[in-house]
């Protein structure tokens, strides 16, 4: 069973929780521990496969370093950035993520092609009161290779299923390109046998 996980981040208050258990119970309830960061579980059936879905949820923690995300950079296939729409600084905070994400140096982590990152615009259902243009978040995300939307958690069930499975289908495409660029195990033990073996032959 392939196993796929998922971080979902975002500023404070920005409806990452929603989003969670919108997604893995289909309801809205309002009000979220925030105190605490978790990691669910969910088995889904998709393209075939049965996978073994990891979401980690964060608490937000003022006190740590905004965007160091060391931990999530190595543990995580893909990622959900979250803002509210109604908010410009949880913009800002999400587009800092993302930089973050894409630097080149975090390259180095468990990825060998780029993760697949969706960029979402939530509380859609207070756009009476919004603060960001659905085009800044589209280009924000076509300038960083993320795929986007905007959505409301409160109001909205099937779109936001329809976000997740589609950063999972990213995830599993990522899954498919890695295995082709490394070697089979054979080809690799015959370049190891070879590397050792040839290297002492032409010395003796
Ligand atoms: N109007 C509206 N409110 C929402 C929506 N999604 C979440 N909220 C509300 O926004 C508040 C924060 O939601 P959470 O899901 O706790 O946000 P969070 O990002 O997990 O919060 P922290 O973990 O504290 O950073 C709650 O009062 C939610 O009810 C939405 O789509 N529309």
């Given at each position: ?174 899954f498919k ?14 370049k190891l ?9 032409k010395s003796?």
């Open positions: 069973m392939n196993d796929v996980k998922l971080a979902v981040l975002g500023g404070e208050g920005t409806g990452k929780s929603a989003l969670t258990v919108r997604f893995l119970t289909k309801r809205f309830i309002g009000e979220y521990a925030s105190n605490f960061e978790s990691i669910y579980n969910k088995h889904v059936y998709l393209e075939g496969k049965q996978l073994n879905l990891e979401i980690y949820d964060p608490c937000s923690q003022p006190q740590k370093a905004k965007f160091s995300l060391t931990s999530e950079l190595h543990w995580a296939d893909g990622f959900v950035i979250v803002y509210d729409i109604s908010d410009r600084s949880s913009f800002a905070f999400a587009k800092a993520l993302i930089y973050r994400i894409r630097e080149p140096q975090t390259s180095h982590c468990k990825r060998a092609v780029e993760s697949a990152v969706f960029l979402v615009g939530n509380k859609r259902d207070l756009c009476h009161v919004r603060e960001v243009g659905w085009e800044e978040g589209q280009k924000l995300a076509l300038d960083n290779r993320c795929q986007f939307c905007e959505l409301s958690a409160a109001e909205q069930t099937l779109e936001v299923e329809m976000m997740f499975i589609r950063i999972i289908k990213d995830i599993l495409t990522n390109l890695k295995e082709k660029r490394r070697p089979s195990g054979s080809k690799s033990m015959a046998i070879n590397n050792v073996f040839g290297k002492r032959r003796v």
